[in-house]
Each structure stands twice: as C-alpha cells, then as structure tokens.
C-alpha cells in the first residue's frame, strides 16, 4: 500500500443486494477491518427487519465491518424484500445519490468499493444502477452546495469498481451459464488491482455462509459456490479485482488496495 501497514485506509462498500459485499469484496474489507481501518457498508436493497438484512449484519461482523447501512429499497426482481417501497431502480436520480452522499459524509471513506459499470458477471439491473448512483454520489460528496442537508462535505480519494477480468472466469463461467446468468468479464488489461485474499478466506467464506436463504438455494452464487469442492471455491474466491476511478486531483496520492 502507498501508506503504513498501521494506517490502511478507510473503505465504504456501496453494493445493491446482501451478499454483494461479501462475494466480491469480502476479502478486502476483512482485510481492512483487520488492519483497524474504519470499513463499512451500504446496501441498497431489502429492509430492516427482513430476512436477508439478518443475514447481512451477520455476514459483515464476521468481516469485522461495522453494522451496515441499508437503503431500504426493493429488489428488481424480488418486490417483498422492501414492502410499500420503489424498486431501487425506479427511485429518483437525485433521491438516490443524495442518499449514498449522506452515507459517505457520514462515514468518510477514503475509498469507495462498488460495482462496476456492467453490473459484475451477471449484470443485474440492481448492481448496475448502484454503479451510477455511487460514482455520482462520491463526486457530489464533496461538494458543499450539494445535498447540504446530508452533512459536511468529505470527498473520497477514490473508487474501485470490483470486477472479473477474462482472464479469471475459467472456473466459475461455466457454472454460471448453467445457471443460465450471464458471464460479463471485462478485458485484463482493465484491471488496476489484483487483491490475493486468501489469508482472509475464512472471514470471507464464514460472511458468504452468512448468507443463509443463498447458500441453501442451488442458482444464487453462494449455493453454486457452497456445492464446489474446497480447492475450487478458493481458486473461485482467492483473488479480487477492481477497476480504479480516480476523484481527486493528480497532486494528490491516490490510496491503493494492494500492498
């Protein structure tokens, strides 16, 4: 990293669905929290008190995160998950990103994780969304004469955008596909960190199986993982990858996930 072992920098997650933060960025943001970064998430699906939101604030203790924001708004394609609430990409642009702006104000991340613009491998509309939501909220974050009403200005030094180069879907692709979900792999070349998680597979796999209704179904990722063999869901699960906007002049050092 561009900066003491002793100082990692501090992370928010900003991902659609519980289990989005572990699959893609648990590795990292157990990592993180290890180290005694402040690390937190966000996610913009389901409400509190249902079922999956359990599950979420299970998953991220055992990252060591601090408890998880929620948004509270329905899933794309699952309307109970957020009763007498919009489908998060029905809501209002602006609702939207004045919403992710208070969450960064509040946490003052110096990075932001979150999905990149092809919604991940199987570009759910959902992930798709919190993309543009989330870059537009972490510029606005800092500007004061935006959203003043979502606290004081914090501008983060940058975003990461996670993602799966070609390079690294020969073993997950084709279960996908028999899952018939798409496969949305973006060029390697594209990749600007290659995180190697693997010290901090059991606080990411433990926060996976916290996912409980996921695991036990057999199409969700957690269920296709939960059925592989050990060796294989490591491969699977071992390495993550990002893409890496940049928010802040070039004067300044940008933060780095790799060490």
Do not use: N
């Not at 969304?129 to 983060?156: I, S």
Request: hydrophobic share 40%; with cysteine.
């Amino acid at each position: 990293m561009s900066r003491a072992a002793t100082t990692p920098p501090s992370l928010l997650a900003v991902f659609a669905h519980p289990d989005d933060e572990s699959l893609v960025s648990g590795g990292v943001l157990a990592r993180h929290a290890a180290a005694g970064a402040r690390t937190a998430v966000l996610t913009a699906t389901w409400s509190p008190g249902t079922y999956r939101a359990a599950e979420l604030a299970d998953a991220v203790r055992a990252l060591g995160a601090e408890p998880p924001h929620l948004l509270g708004y329905a899933d794309d394609r699952v309307p109970d998950s957020a009763p007498g609430q919009p489908r998060w990409c029905d809501v209002p642009l602006d609702e939207a990103v004045a919403r992710v702006v208070a969450v960064i104000r509040a946490t003052r991340p110096e990075i932001v994780l979150t999905h990149d613009a092809y919604g991940g491998l199987t570009g759910h509309p959902d992930h798709r969304r919190t993309h543009r939501v989330t870059l537009l909220a972490a510029a606005a974050a800092g500007l004061g004469h935006l959203h003043p009403e979502a606290g004081e200005p914090w501008q983060p030094s940058a975003v990461y955008l996670a993602t799966h180069p070609d390079t690294a879907v020969t073993d997950l692709g084709p279960l996908l596909t028999r899952a018939r979900k798409s496969v949305l792999a973006v060029p390697h070349d594209q990749v600007s960190a290659v995180v190697d998680v693997r010290p901090w597979l059991d606080r990411k796999w433990a926060a996976i199986l916290a996912h409980r209704s996921q695991v036990e179904r057999e199409r969700p990722l957690p269920g296709i993982l939960a059925r592989l063999p050990t060796e294989t869901r490591h491969r699977i699960i071992g390495t993550e990858y990002y893409m890496r906007a940049v928010l802040t002049p070039a004067s300044r050092p940008l933060p780095d996930l790799t060490p």
